[in-house]
């Protein structure tokens, strides 16, 4: 059983998003992990990289498959969690706790497309 | 389709997803688990969804040879020989393992699961002009790999057949009795690891399963089969082999014998020749980004000049490797080479196709 968050949204590709003023902490939910299985790599943009909601923005990677990262939100990167390039398997360990990027939001109306804890579990239950 | 040990895999929650037509385990705990249980102790793998055909008569041996890329004649009852089947032009059928049957004039030959109707057809339609009989068998039969460094204390301590099994050294096989049936014990696998294929009926398999999984050793699903083979530089069908790719240009060449009349010889010994356009290459890159099936591969100067066919950050050895299928002129060793994975692109250079150091049982 996937571990859904409260107080955080979700996106339909399965990255969660917290707010924190004008700031989105950005990772990807504990069913995406789980459904990949051991991630073995994180292909991450750069500080400064301009993210339009609904683009790929990096990827994870496990032992099978590629997965891109859909960006839940427009604005700009500025801070990149580059403790992943080498513990990749800290995503797996808590994909809470592993925050991927924060962005900077150039729209906050974004927010309005993405999912409660409540919709995201439907989503997945589906 | 299921494998007999469709419920078994249910039973130990394996995530199941299909493959060549079956619903097959592709894995139970991790992949990485799973890999390192078979290079570093012991694994099993169902892989009752392989096909197996059985040539007999007295031209058996004749035909099997026409249709097989390697040499069969002066190879004793008891032996496993890999090869090819080829199409006239030099594509590839499938690629399959034979085995010399005790019986005289009896061959088993073992064809890959997604290719079981169309290799029976092939083998069927060559066989009419010898004078030998074919069956297909796939349905009468599982099979168990079990595979790893301790594979042959776990066969001895769970099913016994000591004796028998010590003296098998690699690529051989013999018959023992289970529950009174016939079951194959072969020093044979796919991982780059010494262990046995046991075949068996569906009825024996279940229960060796169960008889394993009861000693502690682990289930490996699919997907682990594939990160070992790789790593041991086998080709997988579809990947490396198919009716484009030849074994020529598969880097297979050590199996095609040419003092023998087979169909496909003469376009394989063309190739031989040098006139080839592809050759498949193992490339490394520096970095931990994963090359993966369909990706390209170019030069410095950004000409593609080439495909990924399979690629892993491997488990084994840590490092961000795959076969290519590359031109001809880019396939020596060190040539450098990168691969373009999403918008970037890695540097890397032409390496060894085996990656691991087998350890087989002489």
Redesign the interface.
Known sequence: MSKILEGVKYSPTHEWVKIEGNVAIIGVSDFAQEEMGDITYVDLPEEGDKLVAGEEFGALESVKASSDLIAPVSGTVIEVNTALEDEPEKVNEDAFAAWIIKVELSDTSDLDDLLDAAAYKALIEK | MKTCLYDEHVALGAKISPFAGFDMP??YS???EEHNAVRNNVGMFDVSHMGEVFVEGPQAEEFVNYIFTNEIRGFEAGKVLYGMMCYPAGGTVDDLLVYREFQKDHFLLVINAANIDKDFDWILLHSRAFDCKVFNASDKWGQIALQGPSAEDKLIEVLGYGEEAKSLGFYTFCDVLYNGNRLILSRTGYTGEDGFELYGTPEDIVEIWKKFIAAGVTPCGL?CR??LRFEAGLPLYGDELSPEISPVMAGLGMFCKYEKDFIGKEALLEQKAGNIGRKLVGIEIED???P?AGYPVETADGKEVGIVTTG??S?SLDKSICFALVDKEYSALDTPLSIR??KKVFPGKVVKKRFYQTNYKK
């Open positions: 592709i894995q991790s992949i990485v997907g594939d990160t931990k980004a994963i993966r892993y950050h488990i994975i999403r």
